[in-house]
């Protein structure tokens, strides 16, 4: 059996520091996008674009509440890079839509709902399971929608989305193995079956309202939901969460080799 390996918050705000100095999208290009791509794509491409435009002060709020009861300082400056990066997401997209000349959305029900339940939600845990839920159905959307285009900016765009999500999941995970080791064996169990209802019926929510980019991307329901239970697995499954934990020492040469997810 593995042990799941934690990085500090320290270790963390290293990593977003360093990761954010690389710049992996060639702004020179021309969007090169053709009807059919837009038709299958826009849609999508412009709710994603507000849903990672979040000011993220929810979070911030629910991170400094908890660090201050874990006594843990470095872990809301941790969050607050995180959330930067989403932003850096959100921003890159709303260019590329400036670029082909297409609106940046100010409302979408998806976003709607998950603004609600931001806005009420000052509990880390339900943070963690939430973001970890989106961000594993944003690493299958964003690959989806770099297959369903020839545009090299497009794609380029959404191979560093991908870059940075995937250590994004491990630094969420990370938390939520945290916050689930110290619950007693009752609360593990509720806890256990909550979080892999919630996060499969978002699944069905985003298949539904993504469904045409999916499909662009070459990708029908089963296997996208058969993606989608595989990094349940990964992220909230037994294995993962009743594991024996190893505290090791913070390394950023670990951290960026084991990110990937
Ligand atoms: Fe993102």
């Avoid at 770099?146 to 191979?159: G, P, S, V």
Wanted: proline letters at 1%.
């Amino acid at each position: 059996m593995n042990n799941m390996k934690i990085h500090s918050s320290t270790s963390w705000t290293n990593y977003f520091t360093k990761n954010s100095s690389i710049k992996r999208v060639n702004w020179e290009l021309e969007p090169n996008i053709t009807k059919l791509e837009r038709n299958n794509i826009l849609k999508s491409l412009q709710a994603w674009q507000l849903g990672e435009t979040s000011e993220g002060e929810h979070l911030i709020h629910a991170a400094g509440k908890y660090a201050t009861e874990i006594n843990d300082n470095e872990y809301p400056y941790a969050v607050k890079l995180f959330i930067k990066e989403e932003q850096k997401h959100g921003n890159n997209l709303g260019k590329y839509l400036d670029l082909i000349k297409e609106r940046r959305i100010k409302k979408d029900w998806g976003d709607t709902m998950f603004r609600k339940i931001r806005y009420y939600n000052t509990n880390m845990e339900l943070w963690t399971i939430a973001v970890i839920t989106v961000k594993s159905a944003a690493q299958i959307f964003y690959q989806a929608l770099k297959d369903a285009t020839q545009c090299t900016l497009l794609k380029q765009i959404c191979t560093d989305i991908l870059i940075d999500e995937a250590a994004h999941i491990t630094f969420q995970k990370e938390r939520l193995y945290i916050i689930f080791s110290q619950k007693n064996s009752i609360s593990k169990f509720v806890a256990y079956h909550a979080y892999s209802c919630f996060f499969i019926c978002t699944s069905l929510v985003v298949w539904f309202a993504h469904k045409k980019l999916f499909n662009a991307g070459r990708l029908n329901f089963s296997r996208y939901f058969n993606k989608m239970k595989f990094k349940l697995g990964k992220v909230a499954g037994k294995s993962v969460l009743y594991n024996q934990e190893e505290r090791q020492k913070p390394s950023i040469i670990e951290l960026n080799r084991s990110h990937s997810i």
